[in-house]
């Protein structure tokens, strides 16, 4: 007996590899529009204009832009992909105007809800949302007790000590489930203006996510958003040729770190727009870093010119409005004329002084020339 698995085992395994991997990669859900025929006709469709900025990737996958938002009734698609589904329309509305009677016969409260029905039809929904109608505060809830009480699969139903909603309820198979008869929240009232003024919204805010030039993603259901400096790296690391672990690991270094990280690294697919893309903004990028090295340095250098300079505060009275300063003339003040007249008087003095010393010096220097001359002689 062979102790190595033979070819048809071999080949089974390798089909169920793909297989799961075909099931892990479609296992990514996406929202659903609800393509109400009533909301297309009630509200009709809305476009935006091409937005060409920004990184959108929908299902682990990179979309082509320009991109396109549109409101298609009250559900919210971007380049036909659905980002945000509208509201159930027409609204679903309880008939509250009469009571549903006592539980059917054998029905339970915990039944599980058939394939394919709205749990909002049945008869323990139905009954809660008549007794919520009529019924308040410790009424609603004796009352639900007292229905709960009548169905022929409940044995009992006794209260929690210290709450006045919480009850434990024992079937006739002897399983016990708490339950909390806590009245639930009135839905708010919805009209046709509102519906539209929120899908209205809901519109531009991905309009302007699109326009802020960052990296948008649908992941689950929601929205998922990234930029800032690190875009160039993220973007690199998508288009890398790394292994996937490496990928991840430098997804992480620029700040992708969510979830939708580690799905991208292993299974993204690049495209020639993306890349062409991604060197444009790559270049864009050292443009922009070499003008802030630039700037910088300008900046420094007219910070050591300033130095010492004295700021001047306020503005500068314009020319005419400088008065000039009245100066007396000597025939008109005596006392200045006469401080004038000082003045030159002793400038004269020092002048003369200033003479008198260098004649004697000059008298002193030739006779001490000529006693030199005599003493040789």
């Given at each position: 007996m062979s102790m190595f698995p033979g070819k048809r085992f071999v080949w089974a395994l390798i089909a169920a590899c793909v297989f799961g991997a075909a099931v892990t990669r479609a296992a990514v859900p996406t929202p659903t529009p609800r393509n109400s025929p009533e909301a297309l006709r009630d509200f009709g469709v809305?476009?935006?204009e091409p937005i060409e900025s920004s990184f959108f990737f929908y299902a682990g996958k990179y979309v082509e832009m320009p991109y396109v938002v549109e409101r298609r009734g009250l559900d919210i698609l971007i380049n036909g992909h659905c980002v945000r589904p509208g509201p159930e329309y027409p609204p679903f509305e309880y008939?509250?105007?009469?009571?549903?009677g006592d539980p059917p016969p054998g029905a339970s409260p915990f039944d599980r809800v058939p394939k394919g029905t709205d749990r909002r039809t049945t008869y323990w929904a139905r009954k809660n949302a008549y007794?919520?109608?009529?019924y308040h505060g410790s009424a609603?809830?004796?009352?639900?007790?007292e229905n709960y009480r009548k169905s022929t699969q409940v044995a009992s139903v006794e209260p929690?000590?210290?709450?006045p909603v919480e009850y434990v309820v024992t079937l006739k198979d002897g399983s016990t489930?708490?339950?909390d008869f806590v009245e639930s929240f009135k839905a708010i009232p919805r009209d046709k203006e509102s519906d539209l003024k929120r899908a209205r919204q809901q519109m531009q805010d991905f309009e302007d996510g699109l326009r802020g030039g960052g990296?948008?993603?649908i992941w689950r259901g929601r929205e998922v958003s990234t930029g800032g400096p690190g875009l160039v790296d993220i973007i690199g690391a998508l288009l890398s040729s790394e292994d996937p672990e490496v990928r991840l690991e430098n997804l992480e270094k620029a700040g992708f770190t969510s979830r939708p990280a580690q799905v991208l690294a292993a299974e993204f697919e690049p495209s020639e727009q993306l890349k062409a893309r991604y060197e444009a903004m790559k270049a864009g990028a050292a443009d922009a870093e070499s003008k802030r090295v630039r700037e910088a340095a300008v900046s420094e250098m007219e910070g050591a010119l300033d130095i010492g300079k004295v700021p001047i505060v306020g503005e500068l009275p314009a020319k005419e409005e400088i008065a000039e300063p009245e100066v007396e003339s000597p025939a008109e003040s005596p006392a200045a004329g006469a401080e004038q007249d000082g003045g030159r008087g002793g400038m004269i003095?020092?002048?003369g002084a200033i003479l008198v010393v260098c004649v004697v010096v000059g008298i002193a220097l030739l006779l001490r020339g000529k006693r030199a001359a005599r003493a040789k002689g």
């Open positions: 809305e476009k935006s008939d509250v105007s009469q009571d549903p007794l919520r109608a009529h609603y809830v004796e009352k639900m007790v929690r000590a210290g709450s489930v708490n339950v990296m948008m993603l003095a020092v002048a």
